[in-house]
């Protein structure tokens, strides 16, 4: 089931929303952990009835306190810098024209920032938004997001921050898709990073635990697979029971959340973590027949089970039964220890992959040390070398001439090309390759003997 939270008090100051057109919520935008923090609370100071911006006051001991942070004395400089960065940021934002035509527009996020010129134990600082931001900010009418930023107070990744809001604007509907490379796009990914599924599947796995942990909504995803590809996301919206935040003069009574722990979302959130054992009408009856934390218990042992390395040729069969008979994980032979032995083992294994990768990037930067010296040498030692390269590289299929000389070189497939090329030229150049080439090759398979999968 959900965690449950500690209760949050009820009084007004705790009730600080965060309101903002969707337009500004599927904005373009990256910011880090304190940009986030920073800007998060700005939002919170605009008031339901203001007409425009004000100048915004964020004190280091309100920040501290609200997001529950240990201040070791580099609070206020987060912020102060985290306000200089923001002065920087530029959104881009994808608006509606009168005539329902869309365009892409561009506006930094803040106007101005001010900070006492002596430090002290008032340290603030001052900040205001752009005035370009008005209709995202002010002039709300229709389709924007309402939130209590105490949903955010506790996320530490900016990834879950984006991922929550994106899911909020759609808690109504309970459902929403994205193609992969659009929800890398909302969530600012850059084309270089997590180009493997599997590395971005762990930031949503990351944020999956973060919303149910600390927000008053939770989700489970399916994925879309084309060609053993994975090309879209539908992510299963539920309300959170035991994180919802008390309104002013209201409480949620105690028999409301336990109702609600057994309904549609808790099947949905139990049926995720076994969908790949069991049926759907499995987990259900399970949830009718038997206590929710003898489930937990069984499915969690099960896993842990497998994951010490044990070979289980029935996983749905060793779920069920697990599940349906009370204490029997405990008698099991597989302990604890032997656990925290695998662990240990995956840890030992993790450094020496990471040794070995750092030591293939040696390998790597040696190599073109010594590919690009070896040319230098060949070219210098026979002037008619280059053209005759240049002149063999050109006649290959490979070579496309829309591009410039030097674009093609740039080519993966042409540097290849260069390498084969001149090693029919230079027996020298020749051994030399093949010296990097069966290190490189030694290096990888100690990676695959690791468990390294590239």
């Not at 939002?43 to 501290?64: C, M, P, S, W």
């Not at 039964?321 to 597989?334: A, F, G, H, I, R």
């Not at 032997?338 to 930067?365: P, R, S």
């Not at 042409?414 to 010296?435: A, C, R, W």
Request: proline share 3%; aromatic share 10%.
């Amino acid at each position: 089931m959900p965690p449950k939270k500690k209760e949050l008090p009820i009084i007004d100051s705790d009730i600080k929303l965060i309101r903002k057109a969707n337009e500004l919520v599927e904005a373009r935008y990256k910011f880090d952990i304190w940009e986030t923090r920073v800007f998060a609370f700005m939002l919170t100071l605009i008031k339901h009835e203001d007409t425009d911006f004000r100048e915004y006051q964020i004190n280091a001991g309100d920040i501290v306190r609200e997001f529950g942070l240990h201040d070791s004395g580099q609070v206020y400089d987060s912020i102060k810098s985290a306000g200089e960065k923001l002065l920087d940021k530029k959104v881009g934002i994808i608006r509606t024209l009168d005539d329902g035509r869309k365009e892409q527009f561009t506006t930094h996020l803040v106007a101005s920032t001010a900070t006492p010129e002596e430090r002290g134990r008032g340290d603030y600082i001052k900040l205001s938004f752009h005035p370009a931001l008005r209709p995202f900010l002010l002039e709300l009418k229709e389709r924007y997001l309402v939130y209590d930023i105490r949903n955010i107070l506790s996320l530490s990744s900016i990834y879950s921050v984006r991922l929550f809001e994106l899911l909020k604007q759609y808690q109504k509907i309970g459902k929403r898709k994205f193609r992969v490379d659009e929800l890398k796009t909302l969530l600012s990914i850059e084309p270089n990073e997590y180009q493997l599924y599997g590395h971005f599947k762990g930031l949503i796995k990351r944020a999956e635990k973060d919303l149910l942990k600390h927000t008053d909504i939770y989700f489970t995803f399916e994925e879309d697979i084309l060609k053993k590809k994975v090309v879209a996301i539908t992510f299963n919206i539920f309300d959170n029971p035991n994180n919802q935040r008390e309104k002013v003069g209201e409480k949620i009574k105690p028999k409301e959340v336990k109702a609600l722990d057994t309904s549609t979302e808790e099947l949905e959130r139990i049926y995720a973590t076994v969908s790949n054992y069991v049926t759907k009408a499995k987990v259900k009856k399970w949830l009718k027949d038997l206590p929710i934390e003898q489930i937990e218990k069984g499915i969690a042992y099960t896993i842990n089970y497998i994951k010490a390395g044990n070979t289980v040729n029935n996983i749905g069969g060793m779920l069920n039964t697990m599940v349906s008979t009370p204490n029997l994980y405990d008698k099991y032979e597989v302990t604890k220890t032997k656990v925290k032995k695998e662990a240990k083992k995956v840890q030992v294994n993790t450094a020496l992959i990471e040794e070995k990768k750092a030591e293939l990037q040696h390998i790597w930067q040696e190599y073109k040390i010594k590919e690009a010296e070896s040319v230098q040498k060949l070219l210098s030692q026979n002037a008619t070398l280059r053209d005759e390269l240049v002149q063999r590289i050109q006649a290959n299929n490979f070579y496309d001439p829309q591009k410039s000389l030097e674009e093609n070189l740039q080519r993966d497939i042409i540097q290849g090309l260069k390498v084969s090329i001149l090693s029919t030229m230079s027996k020298e150049y020749d051994t030399m390759t093949q010296y990097f080439n069966a290190k490189v090759k030694k290096t990888r398979e100690e990676l695959v003997a690791l468990g390294h999968k590239e």
